[in-house]
């Protein structure tokens, strides 16, 4: 079964430019995350999709960042203009979540290194 | 609100010593609590949660934690360390009675050496 996939692994662009991440989660699973991670610190949870809906958006910067789910499938995460503190690493994960409350196991991707100059 | 934090953001042991690696949690209600590991260049890989009944919980690649309330803690251990278990070590709570919100902890690098 193929994991998260995620792209692209790497990316460098300048401050002020327009940056997407896309995600292909598990398929089936009907929850996906979007995290960011800082250098040196744990991921921090940036939106949540149950299906295609934005479920809890709260931590989402959203002057800048915006995030969509189509069809309840793939995710596509997008910054712009992007800023010199938006370089981190960039992950998804997704869970196949049997109701709206309960533990599931959230399954990550290798994420996307963003480096701002 | 929850918090964890993970004691030590660097730990170094010898192949075959055992592993601690210390994580204390904040929460006001009952907490799940779980141990991912990221190896470079990947994804966090779960290693073990624990949610209700035992307190000492077992996990893969020969990892297990327990759970002590009173202490608030929730440390991870292992009897010998392998070169393999070189990675970065997170420890995560979520709230009980909720969706599965992660709040993580900063991490612990863990080195191996020979």
Redesign the interface.
């Given at each position: 079964e193929a994991g998260v996939v995620q792209s692209p692994r790497y990316k460098i662009i300048e401050k002020k430019q327009p940056v997407a991440f896309w995600c292909n989660p598990i398929s089936g699973h009907n929850t996906l995350y979007w995290y960011r991670q800082n250098l040196g610190q744990g991921p921090e949870l940036l939106i949540r999709y149950e299906n295609e809906e934005a479920v809890d958006d709260s931590q989402l910067p959203k002057d800048r960042f915006s995030a969509e789910r189509l069809k309840g499938v793939d995710s596509t995460l997008k910054i712009q203009p992007a800023e010199l503190g938006d370089s981190a690493v960039y992950l998804c994960a997704s869970s196949l979540d049997l109701f709206s409350v309960g533990v599931y196991e959230q399954y990550f991707g290798p994420g996307t290194r963003l480096t701002v100059t | 609100a929850q918090s964890?934090t993970q004691l030590g953001?660097h730990v170094s042991v010898s192949e075959g010593a055992l592993v601690l690696l210390r994580c204390n949690y904040s929460s006001s209600v009952p907490p799940?609590l779980f141990w991912?590991v990221q190896y470079p260049?990947?994804?966090?890989?779960?290693l073990l949660?624990y949610?209700t009944g035992a307190t000492l919980v077992k996990g893969i690649n020969g990892f297990e934690a327990e759970f002590k309330k009173s202490e608030t803690s929730f440390h991870l251990t292992k009897p010998s360390a392998h070169m393999s278990d070189a990675a970065e070590y997170?420890c995560?709570v979520?709230l009980s009675?909720?969706?599965?919100?992660?709040i993580?902890?900063?991490?612990t690098r863990l080195a191996v050496h020979p």
């Open positions: - | 964890v953001s799940y991912y260049n990947q994804g966090l890989q779960l949660k949610t997170f995560a979520s009675g909720g969706y599965n919100k992660l993580f902890g900063a991490g």
